[in-house]
């Protein structure tokens, strides 16, 4: 009778088991979010890729240590915490306990080793590998010629690299097996108390050494080589035709609620059409179809509209004739009607700055006020020049990628400048490529020309000492000042968070104290979503689609 | 007649070498390359530019790169020697990193035959867009041809002229407005492409074209046809009238038509770019252009040499065709 008992427990506890592990599990979602991504992506591999099509998908498949949340601030991601040493030199992570892989395999600090080390690898040429430069040994490691280093010094240079795995007992790590492998140390050459922010991008994504090695140059290509560790599976990858994600019922932070599929419509109206018609659930809104979507009354209820994360600004080149003038540049500050322009050419989509940093990003100085539209000042800094009057200028040419559009945008900028300062503006369009070669180099950069800067991650950072600091982006139109180089050295190295936003808002005030460009408009993301699509919350940094940042979240109510 | 085509083929070499070297020269005096990104993106850094320019040997001089494209070269950081245009190899993709112009052009997805990959698709439609207007423009010729003045004529004559002059990207709009939108018999954006209905409206726009000038073409040869002292003399010696349009009218009328459908042909095989914009398609057409933007050198090498030997060929294939047209051409020199 007892052994009869003790049968039935055993039974009992066996079926609770097997029950208990298919509850595990949850059902795959019954709703699909359909999502026109437009241009389908040139390469899926976290080290390489760069463009935002390409970390629309990444995004999804992979998670960093950290990641940004929605309000934009850093969270922990597949770490569960990091501390800084004493002078913000280096950065420990702890990883979350039994991180698993998409596949069910474990995923450790080592994984996260392999990573890192493969971006900054030279033979990787990853195309936004620098990001991580200011990791101890990076810049050297990656800037190793290939060509005539001798494998021993390679070995050296990557053994140099301050990222190294650690078990909880403070021991190198093993191997990916070793569940007690969760520590990364990353050191930097400087102090970095930003270099969280920076480990949440793309590029550092743990991607399988051993799927790589299956071709180190083609294994993204095929959906099933997506073993990350984000909320959502790749299951089907059709070349320009379709993507399909499922969620991920190994991700540590739930289970979505939606599967996903991205399909890549480059035809705007035919895109909008298609949405019309039901067939989507998301897409971008064009400007040629926004004031059919504001004349209906149902359309314009599923427009989402809202700030995105790049400042343009009218560039003046600071060793071109006559922008080596401070009062040149500012006149032609003043005389730049940002609301006209906004209103007339934009149709309202995007909105006037002042400042470099955009709203809805830390550091944004809402007080910033100076250089805005006012003939009267632009006439007067015209002849406080030492040029004294217009006529007496050089010939001042405006270069543009040549689009039907941009010819537009540049004759209504032209008259802004003809009808406010009475100068007479030059129009130089080029082919779009050949712009981007011109405007690379600080020897072929135009007089004046209009460029943005897009944030990398969300950190006044990233806006203004790898932009102004002295040989970084703005050395094309060759700015530099020593004084502003010195506050954001401090600023960079500064571990109070409130003293290291002063001194960020102080150097933000300084750059623009000198005029060097005319701060313009910050741009807008623009997208249709239908209204059974809830739960979805948007950010200024939104990459190919309103709310991916909130993708785990969303449902479909309908 | 052998001897003619393996000439013919032999004369592949020169043109091929000819188109790559005017297109070598061409795009490298273009400003920019593979790296430059649109201007408000951040730049690939400059030891990162060094380095793909050194893997993919853009630093070594001109000439240098030409030879090693055509004949091959050794790879400067993996030191490992590849064969170049000679024995089939495009070079890679300075876009689509990791793949070669032929394996992105040509290879499949896994499982599936030649005709799934992007010049697979591309030839199916290409096919089925030169099918349509044969069928449907050469017999709208010959009865216009046979109708003149008629309404049947004028007819056609509009069909012919809105396609000729109307743009495809507008043509395609209107059908998707009217076919998928409205009537809902198909969808906007296709969700298979095995799904052969959903074939129709790419194959329709980009036929459509070569529909309408075949049309116009068959209507004014048969016209000159029908006037020649020959077509009397048929009619004169009793032959039916049936017999003297199929074997008298339409087969002579059909010399110029035939020039025309060749190099026709080599345009709608090869892709294109407004239907794969539009519709999704998942062809070779988007290769072609973008990669002239993209700078991506050995795309636009490879697709440009794709291009001129499909021409050169279709234009043999018409030649031949020619002698069992005309029993007068003879192929002999």
Same mark, same amino acid.
């Given at each position: 009778?007892?052994?009869?008992?003790?049968?039935?427990?055993?039974?009992?506890?066996?079926?609770?088991?097997?029950?208990?592990?298919?509850?595990?599990?949850?059902?795959?979602?019954?709703?699909?979010?359909?999502?026109?991504?437009?241009?389908?992506?040139?390469?899926?591999?976290?080290?390489?890729?760069?463009?935002?099509?390409?970390?629309?998908?990444?995004?999804?498949?992979?998670?960093?240590?950290?990641?940004?949340?929605?309000?934009?601030?850093?969270?922990?991601?597949?770490?569960?915490?990091?501390?800084?040493?004493?002078?913000?030199?280096?950065?420990?992570?702890?990883?979350?306990?039994?991180?698993?892989?998409?596949?069910?395999?474990?995923?450790?600090?080592?994984?996260?080793?392999?990573?890192?080390?493969?971006?900054?690898?030279?033979?990787?040429?990853?195309?936004?590998?620098?990001?991580?430069?200011?990791?101890?040994?990076?810049?050297?490691?990656?800037?190793?010629?290939?060509?005539?280093?001798?494998?021993?010094?390679?070995?050296?240079?990557?053994?140099?690299?301050?990222?190294?795995?650690?078990?909880?007992?403070?021991?190198?790590?093993?191997?990916?097996?070793?569940?007690?492998?969760?520590?990364?140390?990353?050191?930097?050459?400087?102090?970095?108390?930003?270099?969280?922010?920076?480990?949440?991008?793309?590029?550092?994504?743990?991607?399988?050494?051993?799927?790589?090695?299956?071709?180190?140059?083609?294994?993204?290509?095929?959906?099933?080589?997506?073993?990350?560790?984000?909320?959502?599976?790749?299951?089907?990858?059709?070349?320009?035709?379709?993507?399909?994600?499922?969620?991920?019922?190994?991700?540590?932070?739930?289970?979505?609620?939606?599967?996903?599929?991205?399909?890549?419509?480059?035809?705007?109206?035919?895109?909008?059409?298609?949405?019309?018609?039901?067939?989507?659930?998301?897409?971008?809104?064009?400007?040629?179809?926004?004031?059919?979507?504001?004349?209906?009354?149902?359309?314009?209820?599923?427009?989402?509209?809202?700030?995105?994360?790049?400042?343009?600004?009218?560039?003046?080149?600071?060793?071109?004739?006559?922008?080596?003038?401070?009062?040149?540049?500012?006149?032609?500050?003043?005389?730049?009607?940002?609301?006209?322009?906004?209103?007339?050419?934009?149709?309202?989509?995007?909105?006037?700055?002042?400042?470099?940093?955009?709203?809805?990003?830390?550091?944004?100085?809402?007080?910033?006020?100076?250089?805005?539209?006012?003939?009267?000042?632009?006439?007067?800094?015209?002849?406080?020049?030492?040029?004294?009057?217009?006529?007496?200028?050089?010939?001042?040419?405006?270069?543009?990628?040549?689009?039907?559009?941009?010819?537009?945008?540049?004759?209504?900028?032209?008259?802004?400048?003809?009808?406010?300062?009475?100068?007479?503006?030059?129009?130089?369009?080029?082919?779009?490529?050949?712009?981007?070669?011109?405007?690379?180099?600080?020897?072929?950069?135009?007089?004046?020309?209009?460029?943005?800067?897009?944030?990398?991650?969300?950190?006044?950072?990233?806006?203004?000492?790898?932009?102004?600091?002295?040989?970084?982006?703005?050395?094309?139109?060759?700015?530099?000042?020593?004084?502003?180089?010195?506050?954001?050295?401090?600023?960079?190295?500064?571990?109070?968070?409130?003293?290291?936003?002063?001194?960020?808002?102080?150097?933000?005030?300084?750059?623009?104290?000198?005029?060097?460009?005319?701060?313009?408009?910050?741009?807008?993301?623009?997208?249709?979503?239908?209204?059974?699509?809830?739960?979805?919350?948007?950010?200024?940094?939104?990459?190919?689609?309103?709310?991916?940042?909130?993708?785990?979240?969303?449902?479909?109510?309908? | 007649?052998?001897?003619?085509?393996?000439?013919?083929?032999?004369?592949?070499?020169?043109?091929?070498?000819?188109?790559?070297?005017?297109?070598?020269?061409?795009?490298?005096?273009?400003?920019?390359?593979?790296?430059?990104?649109?201007?408000?993106?951040?730049?690939?850094?400059?030891?990162?530019?060094?380095?793909?320019?050194?893997?993919?040997?853009?630093?070594?001089?001109?000439?240098?790169?030409?030879?090693?494209?055509?004949?091959?070269?050794?790879?400067?950081?993996?030191?490992?020697?590849?064969?170049?245009?000679?024995?089939?190899?495009?070079?890679?993709?300075?876009?689509?990193?990791?793949?070669?112009?032929?394996?992105?052009?040509?290879?499949?997805?896994?499982?599936?035959?030649?005709?799934?990959?992007?010049?697979?698709? @591309?030839?199916?439609?290409?096919?089925?867009?030169? %099918?349509? &207007? =044969? *069928?449907? #423009?050469?017999?709208?010729?010959?009865? /216009? +041809?046979?109708?003149?003045?008629?309404?049947?004529?004028?007819?056609?004559?509009?069909?012919?002229?809105?396609?000729?002059?109307?743009?495809?990207?507008?043509?395609?709009?209107?059908?998707?407005?009217?076919?998928?939108?409205?009537?809902?018999?198909?969808?906007?954006?296709?969700? @298979?492409?095995?799904?052969?209905?959903?074939?129709? %409206?790419? &194959? =329709? *726009?980009? #036929?459509?074209?070569?529909?309408?000038? /075949? +049309?116009?073409?068959?209507?004014?040869?048969?016209?000159?046809?029908?006037?020649?002292?020959?077509?009397?003399?048929?009619?004169?010696?009793?032959?039916?009238?049936?017999?003297?349009?199929?074997?008298?009218?339409?087969?002579?009328?059909?010399?110029?038509?035939?020039?025309?459908?060749?190099?026709?042909?080599?345009?709608?095989?090869?892709?294109?770019?407004?239907?794969?914009?539009?519709?999704?398609?998942?062809?070779?057409?988007?290769?072609?252009?973008?990669?002239?933007?993209?700078?991506?050198?050995?795309?636009?090498?490879?697709?440009?040499?794709?291009?001129?030997?499909?021409?050169?060929?279709?234009?043999?294939?018409?030649?031949?065709?020619?002698?069992?047209?005309?029993?007068?051409?003879?192929?002999?020199?």
């Amino acid at each position: 009778m007892r052994s009869k008992w003790l049968v039935l427990v055993v039974v009992l506890v066996i079926a609770s088991m097997v029950l208990g592990a298919c509850q595990k599990a949850p059902a795959a979602p019954s709703q699909t979010l359909r999502v026109n991504l437009g241009t389908y992506p040139d390469i899926l591999d976290p080290q390489k890729a760069s463009f935002v099509n390409e970390i629309a998908h990444l995004q999804l498949m992979y998670e960093g240590l950290t990641k940004l949340n929605t309000a934009l601030e850093t969270v922990p991601g597949s770490a569960e915490k990091w501390e800084y040493n004493a002078d913000a030199t280096e950065v420990t992570f702890t990883l979350r306990k039994n991180l698993k892989f998409s596949d069910g395999s474990l995923l450790n600090a080592k994984r996260f080793e392999y990573s890192l080390l493969r971006n900054i690898d030279p033979s990787t040429a990853g195309e936004y590998a620098a990001i991580t430069d200011d990791i101890a040994g990076a810049a050297a490691w990656r800037g190793a010629d290939l060509a005539t280093a001798t494998a021993e010094q390679l070995a050296a240079l990557k053994a140099a690299v301050a990222v190294k795995a650690y078990d909880t007992n403070g021991n190198p790590c093993t191997d990916y097996e070793q569940k007690t492998c969760l520590v990364l140390k990353v050191g930097t050459t400087n102090p970095a108390p930003y270099i969280h922010t920076v480990l949440s991008l793309w590029v550092t994504y743990p991607v399988k050494e051993e799927v790589v090695a299956l071709d180190p140059d083609t294994w993204w290509t095929v959906a099933a080589n997506h073993i990350g560790n984000g909320p959502f599976v790749l299951s089907v990858l059709e070349a320009n035709s379709v993507a399909n994600f499922t969620p991920n019922a190994n991700y540590w932070g739930g289970f979505a609620k939606v599967n996903l599929e991205y399909r890549y419509i480059t035809d705007s109206a035919v895109a909008f059409e298609a949405y019309k018609n039901g067939e989507f659930d998301i897409i971008g809104l064009a400007a040629e179809d926004l004031s059919t979507v504001q004349a209906d009354a149902v359309l314009s209820k599923e427009a989402m509209i809202y700030p995105g994360s790049c400042t343009f600004a009218y560039m003046f080149h600071q060793e071109k004739e006559p922008f080596t003038d401070q009062k040149v540049r500012e006149a032609f500050a003043y005389a730049l009607n940002r609301d006209g322009w906004v209103k007339d050419v934009l149709k309202g989509l995007g909105s006037p700055t002042l400042t470099w940093i955009p709203k809805g990003f830390p550091g944004y100085d809402a007080a910033e006020n100076r250089w805005g539209f006012d003939p009267a000042a632009a006439k007067a800094a015209i002849a406080a020049s030492s040029y004294g009057s217009v006529d007496k200028l050089p010939e001042i040419t405006a270069t543009f990628s040549d689009t039907p559009r941009n010819r537009t945008r540049n004759e209504w900028l032209a008259g802004n400048y003809k009808d406010v300062l009475g100068v007479d503006i030059k129009l130089n369009p080029v082919e779009s490529t050949t712009y981007t070669a011109l405007t690379k180099d600080s020897a072929t950069a135009p007089q004046m020309y209009i460029l943005g800067w897009c944030a990398d991650y969300p950190d006044p950072q990233n806006w203004l000492s790898v932009y102004w600091k002295t040989g970084g982006f703005a050395e094309r139109i060759k700015y530099s000042n020593p004084a502003l180089d010195a506050m954001l050295v401090e600023a960079d190295k500064e571990l109070d968070s409130a003293k290291r936003m002063q001194l960020y808002a102080d150097a933000q005030k300084l750059l623009t104290d000198g005029a060097p460009v005319a701060f313009f408009w910050n741009n807008v993301n623009t997208y249709m979503v239908k209204p059974y699509v809830k739960g979805l919350t948007t950010t200024p940094m939104d990459s190919g689609w309103a709310g991916i940042y909130s993708a785990i979240d969303i449902t479909i109510e309908k | 007649m052998t001897g003619y085509i393996a000439r013919r083929f032999l004369w592949l070499i020169p043109v091929v070498l000819i188109v790559a070297g005017l297109t070598f020269i061409l795009m490298h005096n273009a400003p920019g390359g593979p790296w430059d990104r649109d201007p408000s993106s951040r730049q690939v850094d400059a030891v990162a530019q060094a380095r793909l320019n050194a893997f993919y040997g853009l630093d070594k001089p001109l000439f240098y790169q030409f030879t090693s494209y055509l004949i091959g070269g050794r790879n400067l950081v993996t030191k490992e020697w590849s064969c170049g245009l000679i024995c089939g190899n495009m070079g890679p993709s300075y876009r689509v990193r990791g793949m070669t112009v032929q394996q992105y052009l040509f290879t499949p997805p896994a499982n599936r035959s030649f005709l799934y990959s992007k010049a697979g698709y @591309s030839l199916r439609l290409g096919v089925l867009a030169l %099918l349509l &207007a =044969v *069928v449907i #423009g050469i017999p709208a010729g010959v009865i /216009s +041809a046979l109708k003149q003045n008629t309404w049947i004529d004028y007819v056609s004559l509009f069909i012919a002229t809105v396609g000729i002059s109307v743009p495809n990207f507008v043509i395609a709009i209107f059908l998707i407005i009217i076919f998928a939108s409205t009537l809902k018999w198909v969808p906007v954006i296709p969700i @298979s492409w095995d799904d052969f209905s959903v074939w129709v %409206l790419p &194959a =329709v *726009v980009l #036929g459509f074209g070569t529909l309408a000038r /075949s +049309a116009r073409l068959t209507r004014a040869s048969m016209l000159e046809v029908m006037r020649m002292d020959y077509i009397r003399t048929a009619r004169a010696k009793g032959l039916a009238e049936r017999i003297v349009i199929y074997r008298h009218m339409i087969k002579n009328a059909m010399i110029p038509v035939v020039t025309f459908l060749g190099p026709a042909l080599a345009g709608l095989v090869t892709g294109s770019f407004i239907i794969e914009t539009i519709f999704g398609f998942p062809g070779m057409g988007r290769a072609y252009v973008t990669a002239i933007s993209n700078r991506d050198y050995s795309m636009i090498m490879g697709t440009t040499i794709i291009f001129a030997v499909i021409v050169a060929v279709m234009n043999l294939v018409v030649d031949v065709v020619y002698v069992f047209l005309d029993p007068r051409i003879k192929l002999s020199d």
